[in-house]
């Protein structure tokens, strides 16, 4: 950016999650005025005196989102609801989809010139065409991954409006600093207590977080893009089997040599559901985890190379290297 352009100005929604920390930390440092929308004071406080504004609310507060968003360039709307068992069909319908909806609409009335919507590779569940594409068939697993789907209709929807671009973004599996959720698996790697369920030989398609940021970045920065989806990854997608031996050679152990049977492992995670959602409890294991180990996952970014010029730097063995540094440097390996 010029000195003589002025600095964009974009409004971040979830901006305390794991994306959004690393996505509101290159807007700063990219010289953009940046507001964003928390929920939790505490883990707002990074940002006190970093960020233009900081409005607390959730994300159906229309009139919060419609004051932070005026005068805004563009939205990168992160917020929804994560996985949890014992999570209500209404909890996924209210952040998911009317959040959305809710955003939206407050960015429309901002008059926000682009608003940067972020869904998942959920949408395609368990891929039947390897790779898989942005026009690859529908194929949602659970109710995270419906919600997400039905927010991306409400985007199309309000496409059809054309009173404000909208783009969808659809990252692959992210991770790098600061990522707690694939912590466990490292844990037990480094330990030797890693099962392996099943053959491991579907794909999985990882992105580091330094390379979906920069994938977001492009589509706030790119002109003429408009009604697009974009899949963001890394720059391949491997076996299952690989990609955990790479995560065991990244934290020095050997590799996992206790294998179960898929099929019995997810009846198992199917008992233990039954069994501790009516108590409100988190089971200790449970079918979307289980799943892990049998889904495929394999997309092509050709689609983000060829529109966004998006360019991946990091391999899989770097990204993993960076990110068991970053858990030694927090007492977390």
Aim: hydrophobic share 40%; charged share 20%.
């Amino acid at each position: 950016m010029s000195a003589m352009e002025k600095p964009l100005t974009i409004a971040v929604t979830g901006a305390t999650g794991f994306l959004g920390s690393h996505i509101t930390n290159r807007l700063l440092h990219e010289g953009c005025e940046v507001r964003i929308l928390a929920r939790d004071p505490q883990k707002a406080k990074p940002f006190e005196g970093r960020v233009a504004d900081i409005a607390y609310g959730d994300i159906n507060a229309h009139d919060v989102l419609r004051r932070l968003f005026d005068g805004c360039d563009a939205v990168v709307h992160l917020v929804s609801n994560f996985r949890v068992v014992k999570g209500t069909p209404q909890s996924y319908q209210a952040t998911n989809v009317a959040g959305t909806e809710c955003a939206l609409n407050a960015a429309e009335q901002a008059k926000v010139a682009r608003f940067i919507h972020c869904s998942t590779i959920g949408v395609h569940g368990d891929v039947k065409s390897t790779p898989a594409t942005e026009e690859s068939p529908f194929n949602p697993g659970d109710l995270y991954q419906q919600t997400k789907l039905e927010a991306e209709f409400v985007c199309r929807e309000k496409m059809k409006q054309g009173t404000m671009e909208i783009v969808v973004v659809r990252p692959t599996s992210q991770y790098g600093p600061g990522d707690l959720r694939m912590l466990k698996m490292f844990q037990m790697l480094s330990r030797g207590r890693f099962v392996l369920i099943g053959n491991c030989a579907a794909n999985f398609h990882a992105v580091y977080i330094d390379d979906l940021v920069e994938g977001f970045w492009r589509t706030i920065t790119t002109p003429g893009i408009a009604g697009e989806t974009f899949l963001i990854g890394g720059p391949a997608y491997v076996s299952l089997q690989e990609y955990i031996d790479a995560a065991a050679r990244a934290v020095g152990a050997t590799r996992p040599k206790i294998r179960l049977p898929y099929w019995p492992v997810h009846g198992a995670a199917w008992a233990c559901e039954l069994l501790c959602k009516p108590l409100g409890m988190e089971p200790p294991i449970h079918r979307r985890r289980v799943r892990f180990f049998k889904n495929n996952r394999a997309f092509s970014i050709e689609k983000a190379r060829a529109r966004l010029g998006y360019a991946p730097q990091i391999d899989l063995a770097e990204g993993m290297r960076r990110t068991v540094n970053w858990y030694r440097s927090q007492g977390l390996l």
